[in-house]
């Protein structure tokens, strides 16, 4: 629902192309959005019904800014600009790093090649990324071998064990020619840009001349290089015909989702692939959310530029080559357009997946929930909340309540609660007297704050707790939330739901659950976690208490002394092992550390 501010203006948008951005209540920027007609544009997000992700945008927009420009190019540009600036939460939003390694060649007086995650503006050559750590450590360790760098610090005045073994070209103990190391970096970037019959040529020339010399574990070694190369690198498959380094993007859109696929090409080869999915917050221009994808893509960390990127049509490549310092193209026949239709072919087979799952995923969890309310014979709900006790004959009641939505836990929204039953009445195991104090607290609270109530309420136990909660609700708050308990059989395991409102004239009765449905494996699921969310509760509880109530028995320990030595040490076991410098460094004074140290 737009605000008053915004509908007036609304009304002074100007046809024009630029960008906008959305606002929240406190004023931060949570979209950006470029358009070829801003008054169309932004009076769509206001002006027509909205659903999924756009629909959320929209409810916590309160303001927004708009800023026009010349040309459509010129808007893209100011987008990329304004998307780095703010990062807005319903932009897309990715995560720093690749995960893969790189091979480098450093740039030094005496370089060496090493694996690196991450990619610095050094002046250094990066290959990759690899696939596997595997892979890269296989790939550097074959080059260190038949093309020697540096291995070792350098400057050490004598010869290293590497150079012995022929892979250091002497930098710890001479001064290597520059143009020795050139001559060695040239053969490693063609290799690694996938130039290998050079490198076949001059090993089969090696292991011909070392079984002439009688060199037989020579050859031996270098026959096994020649089989690397065969294994791991001729064994891929060629998919280009030349050897240019490649990322080809192509996207699918469904149901206001978007599926990317990225195709890495090194070496001539597909090195590896990456699937993106996300919901779209402006489904009006897909385009639009694609190509703002690629930008934050090579934006971020670690991410090293291809020479080439392809995309579909329908792309500005000219404003995104300027935006990427990259040349950006879109093949229309061959070898690069079939791999383009490839990446668009995984893009909708991976969204397909995504939504297959997504449809499994709410069998058990919205379907879930679904049967539980269809059993109760009441319209479906999306929140269910539930509490559990837990005392020790009575001392340190607690409480602990757990809030389920749409069938999946909602950790944020659970909440604990000390009891105040053990010093009002003596009796804190009394279950009646806890359940009524804690429904009371926690509906009260939400009627205060004018919050919205639970759909369904599950006890963890029966008719009384059940009671005691309507009571509350109908009698003291005129709430008609309601209220089920999850039964257990004679051998303690929940079998069943009890549900009724004498009330309103509908009388008690088990209704039992299919054990082999969804709808019983969620009910058993929210009776353990609000035992286990108890339970953890009040044992965290009750052992503070103790250690509270054991230091308090401590002559000259009042609970100022108590809570420095608390905040400090935070066990007993720890307070124990602690010196008597360490007690008087938490706030003790020197007689009183002395006399902890004593007692414990």
Known sequence: MATKLIENKLKLLPAKPGCYLMKDINGKVIYVGKSKNLKSRVRSYFKSKQVGRRAELVREIRDYDIITVSTDKEAFLLEVTLIKKYQPYYNVQLKQGTGYPYIEITNERDPQTKLTSIVRKDGGYYFGPYPNVYAAQATLKFIQKLFPLRRCNGKQKRPCLYYHMGQCLGACFKEVPKEEYRAQIKKIKSFLNG??????????????????????????????????????????????????????????????????????????????????????????????????????????????????????????????????????????????????????????????????????????????????????????????????????QGTDPVSALVVFKDGEPDKNSYRKYKLKGEVEHQNGGDEVRNTREVVRRRYSRLLREHKKMPDLILMDGGQIQIDACQDILRNELDLKIPVAGMVKDNKHRTNHLLYGDPINGIPMKLIPLDPKSQGFYLMTRIQDEVHRFAITFHRRTHAKNALSSKLDSIKGIGPKSRNKLLRQFGSLKKIKEASITELCSAGLTLPQAQTVKLTL
């Open 195 to 392: 130039d290998i019959i050079a490198v076949k040529q001059d090993l089969n020339k090696r292991m011909g001349k070392a079984a002439e010399n009688l060199e037989f574990e020579r050859a031996a070694e270098i026959r096994d290089q020649l089989a690397y190369i065969e294994e791991t690198v001729e064994k891929q498959k060629i998919i280009s015909n030349d050897n240019t380094q490649r990322d080809i993007f192509n996207f699918y859109v469904d149901k206001s989702w978007i599926a990317i696929q990225i195709f890495f090409l090194r070496q001539a080869k597909l090195l590896r692939s990456e699937t993106r999915m996300y919901p779209l917050t402006d489904e009006s221009d897909p385009e639009d959310a694609f190509t703002s994808f690629i930008v934050q893509f090579y934006g971020q960390k670690n991410r090293v530029l291809p020479r080439e990127v392809l995309v579909p049509t329908g792309i500005d490549n000219e404003a995104l080559g300027e935006v990427l310092q990259v040349q950006v193209r879109t093949p229309i026949r061959g070898q690069k357009k079939a791999l383009l239709k490839m990446a668009k072919e995984n893009a909708k087979l991976k969204l397909d997946d995504k939504f297959r799952l997504l449809e499994l995923d709410n069998r058990k969890t919205k379907g879930a929930q679904k049967e539980i309310f269809d059993a109760l014979t009441l319209p479906y709900g999306h929140v269910i909340e539930s509490f559990d006790h837990s005392h020790i």
